[in-house]
């Protein structure tokens, strides 16, 4: 029809009628405020659990040894497994095209570390220089543990941030500087940080050779740690590593003569595993966060529904009114959703632009351990002003169509 | 200009059916000013709302000037009521929230006439009836008396055949009532059919022709001298 002039018969409505106007506005504005912040908190709750989970490369295998649980050749159970130098050469060897990085880990109980007055208590590890990157570390200064200081038995090592800060008073520069672990002397060639935060950066790293030589290790090693190569998919790279998981277990029980089925004598930690249950906890928020926008637009939807019958209602008699002079239903009808639908857009957009405005400019300095950086996919946020309209539309074409049915002296008798 | 033969009309109330009208036959030649009276309850109304086309007959026929007005869909209603008929109510029926002019201009909307156009002739019709410097009020700025002025004025806009008008005065005082009476005199002497329901004999002498209604019949039809409202006011 005219749609100019229509246009100008709904300016004309809305001018007039402001609170209707306004109250129909706030209702959906509102709506869609609260969906773009709600899936932006889901978003930033993503982010913050992702930082959680980054503490060590995504991929790493974690090999560990135990107790045996059951009798197997003849040998009694409750044997302490204890894995050495040969079972690590040997998988690195066998594996060698597979991994991207690999050590093994002789641990130090009970280091107490010294520098001058000061001391602590930290866990002390010898390790291979891989180890750094399997531990997702990054250097604040100096440098980690190299093959030549493995080579050589040197005594270095590399120190966590909080043991720096701990021992290391007044900004002293630790490069250089001897430390005592155990009453030995060991130079600092470097310090580093963890994504994992302080329990991570309370630890003292020196060479797997040195550190087996200086406390009496022989050739003991208490762990192992690999990656793989990358794989192109999440999928590809899981099995990947289950099937190097398997490999590695079986080969352990295998030189060490434990049962197959024995538990817990070798313990493999597959953080792809733990990635998996992390990806479903992802998929789990999400799923929540989208259930609760989808009710939030239910509920939006419910909301403009119900206003559009109170002002169907309250126009009865104009409409009435309307058809005497000559309103045929269609137009009635027309005029009805072009106005719910001109304020539900401008609304809804009014609610998304101030919702991603508060998301934009607040959102960065929310930093909580499980809130980082909320956000929102601007085209979800679009899509959901969209469902919002149509379904106000569509909501609002019932009333309006029943109204527009209704015979005039009805509609005029109506008080 | 109307014809109508044997129209029978029936509400129903509950499960019973109440035969409002029970066969009227009535003619109104073009530049007539026909009053219809009776008591409460006679049908008046549903007589009016009828020839308005805002309601139907069970039976009996309409012509309206040579157009046969019989099953129509809400669309053909809704033109022809813009085209053939202008409405005059008792409670005036403006729209609230639209000031004097926009009321006037509205049928010319649901004509598909441009705005500028529109508000033209609506204006002019204002002026017609006297109110062209209250053009810019709301109805509820306005006295009953110019409220009736402006609906009258927004039955005009339209340039309709017939005028029909449901107890035009009845929510006026009589000096009121003698202003809208001259005005719808005034009107109906430049050519236009005019039916006035009303309740009052004084209102009644004002018209050329009075039908008295009694129990859904027809029961008197006479042509009266007619008064003109300007002596008594
Ligand atoms: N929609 C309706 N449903 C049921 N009954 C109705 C309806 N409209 C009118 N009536 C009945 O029809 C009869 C005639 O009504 P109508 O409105 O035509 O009377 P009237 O002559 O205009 O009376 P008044 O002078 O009081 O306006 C009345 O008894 C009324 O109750
Ligand atoms: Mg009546």
Redesign the pocket.
């Known amino acids: 029809m005219f749609e100019l002039e229509r246009w100008e018969e709904i300016f004309d409505t809305i001018r007039k009628n402001k609170l209707r106007t306004f109250l129909t506005g706030l209702s959906v504005a509102s709506g869609i405020f609260i969906l773009v912040i709600l899936l932006g908190i889901g978003e930033g709750m993503r982010n913050g659990i992702s930082q959680e989970f980054q503490r060590d490369a995504a991929n790493i295998i974690y090999v560990y040894t135990g107790v045996t649980s059951k009798e197997y050749k003849g040998l009694n159970p409750g044997r302490r497994i204890q894995m050495k130098n040969e079972d690590f050469n040997y998988t690195a060897l066998k594996h060698q095209d597979d991994l991207e990085y690999k050590s093994s880990i002789f641990r130090i109980w009970n280091g107490i570390v010294n520098f001058g007055k000061e001391s602590g208590s930290y866990r002390v590890e010898g390790v291979y220089p891989d180890y750094q990157f399997l531990e997702n570390s990054g250097m604040v200064e100096g440098r980690f543990v190299n093959y030549k200081d493995h080579e050589n038995f040197e005594k270095v090592v590399a120190i966590g941030k909080k043991v720096r800060d701990d021992l290391f008073k007044d900004g002293k520069d630790p490069l250089g500087e001897y430390v005592q672990i155990s009453g030995i002397n060991f130079k600092v060639i470097g310090v580093f940080t963890d994504p994992g935060g302080e329990r991570e950066e309370s630890l003292v790293f020196m060479p797997l050779s040195t550190a087996q030589r200086v406390f009496g290790g022989a050739n003991n090693i208490a762990n192992m740690a690999f990656t793989l190569e990358p794989e192109d998919n999440f999928e590809a790279a899981l099995a990947a590593s289950n099937y190097f998981s398997t490999e590695i277990e079986n080969q352990l029980k295998e030189t060490h003569t434990i049962a197959p089925e024995d538990e817990s004598a070798v313990s493999i930690n597959n953080s792809l595993e733990n990635a998996k249950r992390f990806y479903d906890l992802m998929d789990m928020i999400k799923f929540f966060f989208w259930g609760v926008g989808i009710c939030t637009i239910i509920a939006g939807v419910v909301g403009v529904s119900n206003i559009m019958l109170i002002i169907v209602k309250e126009r009865t008699r104009e409409i009435g009114i309307r058809k005497a002079l000559g309103a045929e239903p269609l137009s009635i009808v027309g005029m009805v959703l072009h106005e719910s639908i001109f304020v539900t857009a401008i609304a809804g957009f009014i609610g998304l632009i101030a919702s991603l405005m508060l998301l934009e400019f607040v959102g960065p300095l929310i930093e909580t351990q499980y809130i980082s950086n909320p956000a929102v996919n601007f085209n979800v946020a679009l899509t959901t002003v969209f469902i919002l309209v149509i379904a106000g539309a569509i909501a609002g074409f019932f009333p309006a169509w029943r109204a527009a049915r209704i015979k005039p002296?009805?509609a005029l008798?109506d008080e | 200009m109307i014809e109508i033969r044997d129209l029978h009309k029936s509400?129903?109330?509950g499960s019973n059916s109440?035969h409002?009208?029970k066969g009227i036959n009535f003619n109104v030649a073009e530049g007539e000013l026909v009053s219809i009276m009776?008591?409460?309850?006679?049908?008046?109304?549903?007589?009016?709302?009828i020839l308005g086309m805002l309601?139907e007959a069970d039976e009996g026929s309409y012509t309206l000037d040579g157009v046969v007005i019989k099953n129509l869909n809400e669309k053909i209603a809704a033109r022809y009521r813009n085209k053939f008929l202008g409405f005059v109510f008792?409670s005036f029926n403006l729209i609230s929230y639209k000031n004097a002019l926009d009321n006037v201009a509205l049928p010319l909307y649901y004509q598909g006439i441009k705005r500028g156009e529109r508000i033209d002739k609506a204006m002019s019709y204002l002026e017609k009836v006297g109110l062209a410097d209250w053009a810019g009020h709301l109805p509820n700025e306005l006295s009953g008396g110019q409220k009736q002025r402006v609906a009258i004025a927004r039955a005009l806009a339209s340039d309709p055949k017939v005028l029909l008008a449901?107890?035009p005065t009845g929510a006026l005082d009589s000096k009121t009532s003698y202003d809208v009476m001259n005005l719808i005199q005034e009107i109906n002497d430049e050519g236009r059919t005019i039916l006035v329901?009303t309740?009052e004999p004084d209102i009644a002498a004002m018209t050329k022709r009075i039908v008295n209604?009694k129990d859904?019949r027809i029961i008197q039809d006479t042509q009266v001298n007619q008064v003109r409202a300007q002596e008594n006011v």
Do not use: F, M
């Not at chain 2, 009776?38 to 709302?49: I, M, P, Y």
């Open positions: 002296i009805e008798r | 509400y129903k109330v109440l409002v009208l009776g008591s409460s309850g006679s049908g008046k109304s549903t007589l009016l709302n309601d008792q449901d107890e329901v309740h209604l859904g």
